[in-house]
């Protein structure tokens, strides 16, 4: 299981630049941090094959102890997430034919953990 940092709004993540649409500046810095996390986890190598993963969002976690109500769809930040791991832990996100997402309990910061495992 690799934690990562709490994922960008799909809507902060995409730009449109010159009729094309490109990654923001923070897409570029949110790659980065998800390729750390994943060395820093142990993936050295990526997944070949058919792909599984498992993600759970975990809201930011407030003064109080309790999630934040202020926190990403689900389906918001799959885009996201699977397109900062791609050329980290798997070459395309076509290698995908599992997929679950689900809502965790809160985390200082928030975050998201991902557990990526090759499937016959």
């Known amino acids: 299981m690799i934690l990562l940092p709490y994922p960008p709004s799909a809507n902060r993540y995409w730009r449109h630049f010159r009729g094309r649409t490109v990654r923001s500046m923070e897409a570029d810095k949110y790659r980065g941090a998800v390729s750390y996390y994943a060395r820093v986890a142990g993936l050295t190598e990526r997944l070949k094959g058919a792909v599984r993963v498992c993600a759970t969002l975990h809201p930011k976690r407030t003064k109080n102890g309790e999630a934040s109500k202020t926190r990403l769809d ?35 910061g928030g975050g998201i953990s991902v557990t990526l495992e090759s499937i016959a």
């Not at 885009?79 to 791991?85: C, E, G, M, P, Q």
């Not at 798997?90 to 997402?101: A, P, S, T, W, Y």
């Open 74 to 108: 689900l389906d918001n930040c799959v885009k996201v997430l699977l397109d900062a791991l791609q050329g980290v832990a798997f070459d395309n996100d076509r290698q995908i034919e599992d997929l679950r997402i689900l809502l965790g309990g809160p985390v200082e």
